[in-house]
């Protein structure tokens, strides 16, 4: 397919839009929420959500993965961005850090159901 530049960015336009149409709708559907918790940024928001959807059972990194970079196509992170970001949780937040539990060679958990107060 050859198009003409200006019809690659109406295309480029498009597609774009498409994007942010189908996150919106993965956002209600997954349940994602955009709103941080107080004190953390977006990304360690993500995983924290996620470890309070698991109830208490233990969560993979891999699944941590997932929920921190379910809408990004390349993915830099992995593991030891996880444990980056749960270090900058434990620092930031300490009434979180108390519930957080490392599942040795796993991932993680929180011990007990998190509510949290923004």
């Known amino acids: ?5 200006k019809g690659t960015e109406q295309t480029i336009d498009d597609l774009r839009a498409e994007n942010l149409h189908l996150r919106e709708t993965l956002d209600g559907i997954l349940g ?3 709103s941080t918790i107080s004190g953390l ?3 360690p928001t993500r995983i924290v959500r996620a470890l309070q959807k698991a109830r208490g059972r233990d969560v993979s990194i891999e699944a941590l993965c997932d ?4 809408d990004k196509q390349d993915v830099t992170g992995g593991p030891g961005a996880i ?8 620092k930031r937040r300490p009434d979180i850090s108390q519930r957080l539990q490392p599942v040795r060679g796993f991932g993680y958990r929180l011990k007990q159901e998190l509510v949290l107060r923004d």
């Open 83 to 90: 444990h980056a970001h749960v270090c900058y949780i434990r």
């Open 1 to 5: 397919m050859t198009s003409t530049g």
């Open 67 to 70: 929920a921190l970079y379910w």
């Open 41 to 43: 940024t977006p990304t």
């Open 32 to 34: 994602k929420e955009r």
